[in-house]
């Protein structure tokens, strides 16, 4: 071959080089990028009013002078629209107006026979009473508006009003004067309709600002308060000023989603007004602030993981991660000394090496149903899913990781250590745990290592047998007993099985950078550990 | 007769006169004893019916060319063949009067007795204190003044004290190959054994290691026996009393240093000596 071919293939080969290297490092940045930046929402947001109302309410943290101030703040900047809407309401909703006229006629019923009045005269004012009474009550079930003027002007000019002064039957005509001025801006006739977008617009106001000032306290936390996430709150207001309709008007595309403002469908009454009024007023009705949540890796989840931390899913990790390590590491390095130094070479050997190899290629979700049916059904370590079942599902998964890299580290260790101590008068296990082990011990470290983040990434081993959507964070002794949620499980469970997905994405971001973050340090910690090792044998300083 | 080896033989002669025939006296017991010790590799023979004797507080040298067995003899000194998967021996081999190959003998404690240096050096990757004091350890020696006292004396042994005794607790690795060696040496010589073996100790060293583990041996004739595998002939001449040569397995010859040198018996050792093959 010539030089100058040579040479440029030499030069193509070192290119070849740089690329792959640089596709690597592009692919990190592509796949860690997203998962880094959108994880880092879960720490790092902007959080409403809401948002310390919840935190002081359920952990108890916060300036409670600072935190009341700032909801009665809130507060005044909401009664606008708490009053628009309650007033709104009286027009449409009469059932309060029908119950209350009723309560004053019996009430001024009892009122006339407490009376000491001559009979005529008593009969003549219970049936004045009475006709003005159902007067009312049919003005306030019509839905004709001129009608229903006509009656109120009726009732409110009655030559006998002066007779019911200072009687029960003036809050009537209290009553009827308000509703005749509800009666001028509604238009009766669209009642129904009315009523209806009324219900649909308190739902989308009640998640964006949690319940109604006259509201019973409601069960679930996510329904006691409103948004509590800035950028969450801004994508429920638009479902507020927004509805999203279908326009078929042509015929031969597919209906297209059409953002159809709320407010025209209250034009001309007064709820029409809340829609720009929220919008000019969304900061001091929410008042959002930049939080730093770190405590999202300490706290206990609440409602299943939509407000809160995920401590019982980190715990949980760390456990089954440990617990595996606890059982593989002992009985992986006993493994690879005897199949290094004590097995004689024979077909029963072979057979327990090509064992190891197919069990490190077996599907996770084999081990997971071996553990479900092995430690649980048949030897019963627990008596259902436990981080002790899972450890030890966990620990058979590692185990030829970690027998293949102790076997690997082993072999490397030169054989004249061993000839050495054993020239010493050292026995064959002295040999063994004095000399050939700590020589072997970085490269075993290795093999823990890689084990570590598998254990700690594993998903269908712990299913079956160890992992729960919903816990609590676990003590050290109820390990051998409970199911623990644990990240790897609770990111997938998140993402499919959550009955609002969309509501947690900061979460399900949050654990899956906490797990990348987890493993990423459990390596750092061993790969400075195994350097100081590795320091150590060698002796270069 | 191979002139520079001659020459050799002259030079330590004229240094011992001083010493009187001293060794003489002791030449009548010999420690380690074999009789038609024969060793095999699966079928192939690694020693062929060698008897010899060993006498004690001597340096014996074994020479012949390569492949001729004398490191796998040397290995079944103190059984270090045993490692080797299909290694089995026949004959007898006795170390003071007692048959090391029988069922009934501690392999540990034989190993004990006969200390062993290696071809290529090879301290464990521990501290040099490490080193030294892996051997009393494992012996069940704990006391830390104990050890310290051990391991100075060893290290002084082996003239390494003074190079190494402020940074004792460094890695052995650190060491230059002779260093390595030398404290190799010590490391035997810690659990106080009676014979050592050397397997070609000096071979992986420069002329200078090489002259330092030379006066080393010449040092340590005084109280160890020891047997010493090499291919350098002058080697041989320099520092044994004894010497035997190998060859196929078999012993050719084994008498005095000087007249195995000077005037061989039989006509294999001539021509190996005079480097007609090998």
Known sequence: MKLQTRKLLDKSFT???????????SALIIVLGPIFFKGIGAFVFKGTVEYRRMIFDQFGRGNKEKIFKEIAYSQKARKFIYDNISDFEKGIIVKSYIKETKKIYKEYKEYLSSLELPNPHKN?????????????????????????????????????????????????????????????QVDLSNREVYLENLIDLKDQLRTLLGPFPKDPKPILPRN???QTRWDRSLVKLNDVLFIEKYDYSDSSEMGQ?????????????????????????????????????WRFFTD??????????????????????????????????????????FAKENWLIQLIRTCIGTLAGVPSIVFGLFGLAFFINTIHVSSSKSVLAGSMTLAILV????????????????????????????????????????????????????SMGRAAGETAPIIFTAAVSVGQPLKLWETL????????????????????????????????????????????????????????????? | MNIAIKSVIEKKESLKSDLGNLNNSFIDYKIIKAEKFSVFYGDSIGVYEVTMDIPKNLVTAIIGPSGCGKSTFLRAINRMNDLILNCRSDGLLYIDGQSIYSRDVDVVNLRRNVGMVFQKSNPFPKSIFDNVAYGPRIHGIKNRGQLNEIVERS????ALWDEVKDRLHESALALSGGQQQRLCIARALAVNPEILLMDEPASALDPRSTARIEDLIAELRKDYTIVIVTHNMQQAARVSDYTAFLYEGKLIEFGLTKDLFTNPNEQQTEDYITGRFG
Request: with cysteine.
């Open chain 1, 124 to 184: 003549e004012l219970r049936r004045k009473s009475r006709s003005l009474y159902s007067l009312f009550i049919k003005a306030l079930e019509s839905t004709d508006k001129e009608k229903v003027e006509n009656i109120l002007n009726q009732i409110l000019s009655d030559p006998y009003r002066k007779r019911f002064d200072s009687t029960p039957m003036t809050k009537m005509f209290h009553l009827v004067t308000r509703y005749s001025e509800i009666v001028n």
């Open chain 2, 155 to 158: 290290l002084i042994r082996t």
């Open chain 1, 224 to 226: 006691q308060y409103g």
């Open chain 1, 257 to 293: 989603i059409v953002q159809y403002p709320r407010s025209e469908i209250f034009k001309g009454t007064t709820v029409e007004h809340i829609f720009s009024y929220l919008e000019d007023n969304r900061e001091s009705i929410l008042l959002p602030k930049t939080v730093f949540y």
């Open chain 1, 399 to 450: 185990l030829p990781t970690v027998i293949r890299a102790s076997e690997e580290a082993i072999r490397t260790v030169p054989h004249t250590y061993k000839e050495a101590s054993l020239s010493l008068g050292a026995s064959r296990w002295r040999a063994v745990l004095t000399v050939i082990l700590p020589a072997a011990l970085p490269g075993i470290l290795t093999g823990i290592i890689i």
């Open chain 1, 15 to 25: 290119g070849l080089n740089l690329f792959s290297a640089f596709l690597l490092i």
């Open chain 1, 481 to 541: 007993s409970q199911a623990t949620p644990a990240l790897s499980w609770n990111i997938y469970n998140l993402c499919t099985e959550h009955e609002a997905v969309d509501e947690i994405r900061h979460v399900q971001y949050g654990m899956v950078l906490t797990l990348v973050l987890l493993v990423l340090l459990i390596n750092i910690i061993a790969i400075i550990l195994r350097a100081r090792i590795n320091k150590r044998l060698i002796g270069r300083t």
């Open chain 1, 300 to 341: 206990v989840p609440l409602d299943s993981n939509i407000f809160g931390g995920i401590k019982p899913a980190i715990l949980g990790t760390f456990y089954l991660t440990f617990g595996a390590l606890l059982f593989s590491i002992p009985l992986g390095i006993i493994a690879a000394i005897y199949l290094t130094e």
